[in-house]
């Protein structure tokens, strides 16, 4: 069975400076890998995905993750931080199980972000 | 933003009382799921639905059901609820892009037991 790790729970970073958000993911093949992002209140809004080629890949907001399958890794950076980057941030692998992509999600990091 | 919608938005309830979610999209996707949301857990699959009248399991379905008689609606009933059931409820659908399947969230249901 899939899971994944975000051993951050809550991470406080200044307003401009670099951000590195871990995650460590157990799958027995070659997983897809996502960053999720929730403000508070919302649904989860899709960061960037991974599933094969390049290993580092760019997403929305400026922020990009980087595949690492040899250290079972998909943390995802950001070169400068925005006070509005402040919410919480979840990993997730997927699988495709049977007839549909079911995602296993991690306990998500929350971003604090001090001016 | 996908065309997904939940309602209600917030519901509170009392225990043993049955309670239907409905999820709603409008993107004509095949692949729809139900989450629920609790602190130090993430996001666990409830349930998932691979087209018209066919749902299967997740991890946390116990007392908890689904329907999906239509394309565009996706229910989740809780047959008795229980406190254990507070939570907020997320219903997802999948679209398949760029050789991978991603998923896009609604707004979320907060549905309090008490």
């Known amino acids: 069975a899939q899971s994944v790790t975000q051993p951050d729970i809550h991470i406080t970073v200044s307003e401009g400076a670099s951000l590195e958000l871990r995650c460590n993911y157990s799958?027995?093949?070659?997983?897809?890998l996502f960053w999720y992002v929730q403000s508070p209140g919302q649904g989860l809004q899709l960061l960037l995905k991974y599933f094969s080629g390049d290993t580092l890949v760019q997403g929305i907001k400026g922020f990009e993750a980087e595949f690492k399958r040899s250290q079972s890794s998909f943390n995802l950076r950001k070169p400068s931080v925005h006070w509005s980057d402040a919410a919480e941030y979840f990993c997730a692998v997927g699988a495709l199980g049977g007839t549909a992509s079911k995602l296993t999600f991690g306990t998500g990091t929350r971003l604090q972000v001090t001016l | 933003d996908a065309g997904i919608t939940q309602s209600p938005r917030h519901k509170v309830t009392e225990t043993g009382t049955p309670v239907t979610l409905r999820c709603h999209q409008t993107e004509n996707h095949r692949y729809m799921y139900w989450y629920r949301q609790d602190p130090g857990h993430g996001l666990r699959l409830i349930h998932y639905?691979?087209?018209?009248?066919?749902?299967d399991k997740g991890e946390v379905s116990d007392g908890y059901s689904v329907s999906r008689s239509k394309t565009e609606d996706f229910l989740l009933t809780l047959e008795s609820a229980t406190s254990s059931q507070t939570s907020v409820y997320f219903c997802?659908?999948?679209?398949?892009?760029?050789?991978?399947?991603?998923?896009?969230f609604g707004p979320g249901t907060r549905l309090t037991v008490t």
């Open positions: 639905s691979y087209g018209v009248k066919d749902t």
């Open positions: 997802a659908i999948s679209d398949y892009r760029d050789r991978v399947y991603e998923q896009y």
């Open positions: 799958y027995g093949a070659t997983p897809y």
